[in-house]
């Protein structure tokens, strides 16, 4: 199997249409982690990590993980 070696490309805010709302910032290095503060938006939302992965093997993909919906409550 192949291991990823590097990771470029950002951290978004996006509706739940997959419409790119805020870029967060750069994504970290392949097992590295991610913080961010996020301001308040109407409706449901999600974090996606958007970019291309490359591979032990010279292979390059490109990729987008989303997490699970969200929204925000009270104030």
Do not use: C, M, W, Y
């Not at 950002?10 to 709302?21: A, C, F, M, P, S």
Request: aromatic share 6%; proline share 4%; net charge positive.
């Amino acid at each position: 199997a192949t291991k990823a070696t590097a990771a470029t490309g950002v951290v978004e805010l996006q509706d739940i249409q997959g419409r790119k709302l805020v870029e967060l910032g750069p994504l970290p290095g392949v097992g590295g982690q991610f913080a961010a503060n996020v301001t308040r938006h109407e409706g449901v939302l999600r974090l996606a990590a958007v970019g291309e992965l490359t591979f032990d093997d010279g292979q390059k993909k490109r990729f987008i993980v989303r997490s699970r919906p969200f929204s925000f409550v009270g104030e």
